[in-house]
């Protein structure tokens, strides 16, 4: 079983910035983690997956060029550097991590962490 846990969730307005974090209990090369987002009344969706340990990594068309995932491989640590947030960026975010070069659909998803809200202001 592994643990994830989040934080650096909070409230920040438009154009402001936040970073969440995640610790893992267990990371290896071979997961993927990532991070993904639900706002109230939607779906659970893919914001940014990293892999093989920091090698490569996917984002949401909705968030290029103003997030940045990056990961701890020694401190089991992975990281969503959020700048330039907009309103819609409102939502439940999760860390979670998978196998492989999943970790873009829910499914594909073998642990979830609890989540953190993110709420940006106009």
Same mark, same amino acid.
């Given at each position: ?20 974090? @995640?610790?893992?209990?267990? %990371?290896?090369?071979?997961? @993927? %983690? ?52 907009? $309103?819609?960026?409102?939502? %439940? ?12 659909? $829910? $499914? ?13 202001? $106009?």
């Amino acid at each position: 079983q592994v643990h994830l846990v989040e934080s650096g969730g909070g409230s920040a307005q438009a154009g402001g910035s936040l970073r969440l974090s @995640c610790a893992a209990s267990y %990371m290896y090369n071979t997961n @993927c %983690m990532a991070w993904f987002r639900q706002a109230l009344g939607k779906e659970r969706e893919a914001v940014a997956v990293i892999y093989s340990g920091g090698m490569s990594s996917y984002y949401a068309d909705f968030v290029k060029g103003r997030f940045t995932i990056s990961q701890d491989n020694g401190k089991n640590m992975v990281y969503l550097q959020m700048n330039s947030l907009k $309103p819609e960026d409102t939502a %439940m975010y999760y860390c979670a991590q998978g196998w492989g070069n999943s970790c873009r659909n $829910p $499914p594909e998803v073998n642990y979830w962490g609890q989540g953190t809200q993110v709420t940006v202001s $106009p």
